[in-house]
């Protein structure tokens, strides 16, 4: 059975990439997918939608696909912000209360559903009135009886040489859904008068339960009495 891991990247992580760090260790297998934005043209003021910069996802055989079939690729899509990016679309600077929605395909139709979502933003280390007050939320959408195990856990931060820091939360659900929402807002308050919002990252795998060794031989002994109850029944 999978668990939800997490480990550290050592290095420098490369400009407007946020899956360099707090990296879940399924990263890249089978059933799993990876969606990144860090270019924010698409997000001028008069324009509120962006479809994600990098996105990649693997079946269950392992092979690399450019969607999930029957899913939506994904997307941002700005709710109710004052926002706009810089000259080059490098950062997002967002102002005043701000509301951002970020949608992810999945695979569905298995057991488990473990995703992982990251923000990377410019931060000031020496002013913790600087950080920014972030409030997510996760909606799934499909799938047969999905639900979530619980809500969202924060799994850390990491402050890299430039000045940026990254946030990871991550959350598990039963019967994987066919994708969710990624809600994430702020207001002027808690964002200490802006902030330039560098990347958003999100990984995501689906899997089915593979029984313990001890389970499977519980299994079998079951199976081993149960067909002699039935042996016995006949006589």
């Keep these: 059975m999978k668990k ?33 934005w860090n270019s924010w043209a698409g997000f001028s003021i008069g324009s509120s939608s962006s479809g994600a910069d990098y996105f990649e996802a693997y079946d269950q055989s392992g092979s690399l696909l450019s969607g999930i079939p029957g899913q939506d690729d994904p997307d941002a899509e700005a709710l109710s912000v004052a926002y706009y990016s810089d000259s080059d679309g490098a950062g997002l600077e967002l102002l005043d209360n701000w509301d951002l929605s970020f949608w992810m395909p999945n695979f569905s139709g298995y057991s488990i559903q473990e995703s992982v979502i990251q923000l990377t933003y410019w931060d000031d280390p020496d002013d913790a009135d600087w950080r920014a007050g972030f409030d997510l939320g996760v909606s799934l959408y499909g799938g047969s009886g999905s639900s979530l195990t619980g809500g969202l856990v924060y799994l850390g931060e990491e402050l890299d040489v430039e000045g940026r820091i990254t946030e990871a939360w991550g959350f598990t659900a039963n019967n994987s859904a066919d994708g969710f929402f990624v809600d994430i807002a702020a207001d002027s308050e808690s964002l200490g008068g802006g902030i330039f919002l560098d990347a958003v990252a999100i990984d ?32």
Excluded: F, Q
Excluded at 15 to 34: K, M, V
């Design 4 to 36: 939800l891991t997490y480990w550290l990247t050592i290095g420098i992580c490369a400009a407007g990439t946020a899956h360099a760090t707090l990296t879940p260790d399924w990263a890249g297998d089978d059933g799993s997918a990876y969606a990144e």
């Design 204 to 235: 995501t795998i689906s899997y089915d339960v593979v029984p313990e060794p001890a389970s499977v031989v519980s299994m079998m002994i079951g199976g081993v009495i149960l067909a002699g109850l039935r042996k016995r029944a006949r006589r």
